[in-house]
């Protein structure tokens, strides 16, 4: 026997129990591409309560996409054990390329990092930040619904020791900082110095580089992090996304186990 009200009940206070349990957290990752959840699973494997907020419907950002829609991705070498580390076949296409399909790929990604004790809160924006003593304390967050529809609504917060900002090329934590705070981010200029033109290899590389702190209480990670210190941009390759990732959570869980 199936009861409406029960079945609406159920995920009312399911999903408010989530909620008030992500309300203080030791870590929030914004944008639920490769590189966020990648940190949110390692983040969450080493026991640090973590919740990833993710404005679509579909978690995974641009990975489902391959490159122009042709639903393959292409990884290096150098990232290909995380690619087995979350359970994801590739396969070697020319010395140290290799490819793997990205719909497999990313529905992998995120199986496992929710898997590994990420919450994840799908359809949920990041619209602002608190800021105390010159260091990012939480998020402010909204439905993505309120904010398409242009509705006069008024945001919740989520309390976070660190906040790591996986939103792509939009960086969008680290833009609503520049824009609203009398504070430099610790980028050359001190604002968001905006991304540059595609260059495979130097972008991956530097992807790495710029995966780190640009504000106090908010480190980059994936595509944002060239976008935030100007670098360049990709393409379909994604080993870059994987290690930031994977350098971000290793980064904020050095910070919380120091106490930070
Ligand atoms: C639509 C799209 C088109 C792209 N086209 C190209 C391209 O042509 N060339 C190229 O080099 N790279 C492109 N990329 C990026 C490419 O896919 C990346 O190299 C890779 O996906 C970046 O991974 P990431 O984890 O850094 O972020 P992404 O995969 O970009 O994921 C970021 C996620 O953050 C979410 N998000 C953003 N702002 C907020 C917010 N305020 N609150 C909550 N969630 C938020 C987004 O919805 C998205 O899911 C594109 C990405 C997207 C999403």
């Known amino acids: 026997m199936l009861e409406e009200v029960t079945i609406t009940r159920a995920i009312i206070r399911r999903y408010l129990g989530k909620l008030d349990q992500s309300l203080e957290l030791d870590a ?10 990648v940190a949110g699973k390692k983040l ?12 679509k419907l579909s978690v995974g950002g641009g990975m489902w996409g391959g490159g122009m829609m042709l639903n393959e991705i292409v990884v290096q070498q150098e990232a290909r054990r995380i690619l087995e580390e979350f359970g994801v076949p590739s396969s070697e296409f020319a010395p140290g390329y290799y490819t793997a399909d990205s719909v497999l790929a990313t529905s992998t990604l995120c199986s496992v990092a929710a898997k590994a004790g990420l919450t994840i809160f799908n359809l949920v924006s990041v619209e602002d930040v608190v800021i105390r003593a010159q260091r990012v304390t939480s998020l402010v967050i909204n439905w993505s619904a309120v904010q398409m529809a242009g509705l006069h609504v008024d945001p ?6 660190w906040v790591i900002d996986a939103t792509g090329h939009d960086s969008e934590v680290l833009h609503v900082i520049a824009r609203k705070v009398d504070a430099e981010l610790l980028t050359a200029s001190g604002k968001v110095m905006g991304e540059r033109s595609l260059w495979a290899e130097q972008a991956e590389s530097d992807t790495l580089a710029n995966t780190r702190e640009a504000f106090p209480g908010v480190y980059t990670a994936g595509m944002c992090a060239n976008a935030v210190f100007g670098s360049y941009r990709m393409g379909p390759v994604f080993g ?10 290793a980064e904020v869980a050095a910070r919380l186990a120091a106490g930070e």
């Open 156 to 161: 919740l917060t989520i309390k976070a020791r």
């Open 28 to 37: 929030a990752i914004v944008g639920g591409g490769p590189a966020g959840l």
């Open 240 to 249: 870059g996304m994987l290690l930031s990732g994977e350098k971000a959570a």
């Open 44 to 55: 969450a494997q080493a026991g640090y309560k973590t919740a990833l907020f993710e404005r």
